[in-house]
C-alpha cells in the first residue's frame, strides 16, 4: 500500500477534519507548503488561506485562519485558530466582515487596531477567494 500522511485540522472550537492523504498544500506563513508522505519534521506558522487535502484523486478544501502546520513523516496536524470547510463559507458574511476590515482601515486607528483590521482583512479576502474558487470548480 502506497504511503499515507494522516491528516487531522483542529481548532479551539473542535476537530474539522481527520482522515488519510497523499498530498496536502498549506499556507505557511513563508508561503505555500506541499507536503507529500515522509516529509521531513517542521513546525511553522500559518497565514490566512486554504488548505487542500488530496486523497485516492479527490480533493478536499478547507479556510484556515491562521495557527500552526506540524508536519512529521506520516501526520499532518493543523492547528487554526479558526477553520472551516469550503462548502461552509458564508460568503456574504465573508464580504461584511471585508467591508467592515476595509472601512475601518480608512480611519485613523491605534497600532493595535490597525494591525486587526488588516489580519480581519486578510481572512475576509482568504474567505472569498476559497468561495470563489469552489464555485469555479462546480460549473
Ligand atoms: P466575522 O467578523 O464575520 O466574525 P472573523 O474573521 O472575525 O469573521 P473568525 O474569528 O475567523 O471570524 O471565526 C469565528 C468563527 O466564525 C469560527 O467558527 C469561524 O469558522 C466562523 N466564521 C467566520 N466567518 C465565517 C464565514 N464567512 N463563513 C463561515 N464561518 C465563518
Sequence with gaps: MADKLHVDIVTVEGRR???????????????????????????????????????DGEEQFFFVSGGFLEVRPDQ??????????????DEARAEEARRRAESL?????????????????????ARLRLAELRRRRRV
Design 17 to 55: 477534519y481527520k482522515g488519510d492523504a497523499d498530498f496536502v498544500v498549506a499556507p505557511g506563513s513563508e508561503g505555500e507548503l506541499g507536503v507529500l508522505p515522509r516529509h521531513i519534521p517542521l513546525l511553522t506558522p500559518l497565514a490566512p488561506g486554504s488548505v487542500k487535502v488530496r486523497n
Design 76 to 89: 499532518v496536524t493543523v492547528l487554526a485558530d479558526s477553520a472551516e470547510r469550503a462548502d461552509d463559507i
Design 105 to 125: 482601515l480608512q480611519q485613523k486607528l491605534s497600532d493595535a487596531d490597525q494591525a486587526a483590521a488588516t489580519t480581519a482583512l486578510a481572512r475576509a479576502e
